[in-house]
């Protein structure tokens, strides 16, 4: 009978520095049975203390019984990636390298070709003000000297979800007062958020400054309309992002229209 299981328990318990009283307590396996099993003096071993010697010990009892090591990527893989690895595992050396090289440029077209860093984009939120173009120093009226002060730019109520998406209707319910800034200074018009995707840094009800814009960088916030419905999330090049973390990305391959409209600035101070 080989007791090669017994020297791998033993390995853990010198690595995590565990002694058998230890072990004993924390797996509920009595001090003389467990020091029998260990010595090798036991004629057969209960699956149950396999099991709860595993689970003391934090390993896989497929490691402990054969030596393999246990996965830790934590990857769930499919019935063609399955396959796949199966008929990788069949090539010989020439195969292998040739199947390895084609995936490579394979990732490198679809990363060049199908997923642009920037989205491209065509206008389609109605504005009742007509976009400016002019440098952003010369937009505003000044007063004092030569001193911006505040500016009224169009508030958009609820055109755009920070939760699962709603219907741009381009229709200005109010007017909001800003002051002028560095940071203000390019905005075009405000839009009032509704959900919590994009918490903690935005929440609902907050009113996010806006500056047109037909793309944004990866990593960048943004409004983005998909097949008609309206989103605010951060660019991540082949999807859209929630900074909340139990909102999954949402794949721009699932959609046939894809634009972006703005440039998310940041959040209107609550006065």
């Not at 755009?160 to 319910?173: C, F, R, T, W």
């Not at 002051?179 to 405000?190: H, I, K, L």
């Not at 419905?229 to 391959?253: H, Q, T, W």
């Amino acid at each position: 009978m080989s007791f090669e299981y017994i020297e791998r328990i033993k390995q853990i318990k010198s690595e995590k520095k565990i002694t058998n009283e230890e072990l004993a307590r924390l797996s509920g396996i009595p001090l003389g049975t467990l020091s029998k099993l260990l010595a090798g003096l036991s004629d057969s071993v209960k699956l149950s203390n396999m099991i709860a010697i595993c689970e003391a010990l934090g390993c896989s009892i497929d490691y402990i019984v054969s030596g393999i090591p246990e996965n830790t990527n934590n990857f769930t893989l499919d019935g063609n990636e399955i396959r796949l690895i199966e008929e990788y595992r069949r090539l010989d050396t020439h195969g292998k390298e040739l199947l390895m090289l084609i995936a490579g440029k394979e990732r490198e077209r679809v990363s060049s070709t199908e997923y642009p860093q920037t989205i491209p984009a065509a206008p389609v939120f109605k504005r009742e003000t007509p976009v400016v173009t002019a440098p952003i120093a010369s937009r505003y009226k000044q007063s004092g000297a030569g001193r911006v002060t505040k500016r009224s730019i169009p508030l958009y109520d609820l055109p755009v979800s920070a939760g699962i998406g709603e219907y741009l209707d381009g229709d200005a319910a109010e007017s909001v007062s800003i002051t002028v800034s560095e940071s203000t200074a390019g905005a075009d018009f405000a839009l009032r958020i509704s959900g919590n995707s994009m918490e903690p840094k935005y929440h609902d009800g907050d009113v996010i400054l806006v500056q047109n814009s037909e793309g944004v960088e990866v990593g960048e916030a943004g409004i983005f309309v998909l097949d008609g419905a309206g989103y605010f999330k951060v660019y991540g090049g082949d999807c859209l992002i929630s900074l909340n973390p139990e909102y999954g990305r949402i794949m721009l391959k699932d959609f046939e229209a894809v634009s972006c409209i703005g440039k998310v600035l940041g959040r209107l101070k609550k006065r």
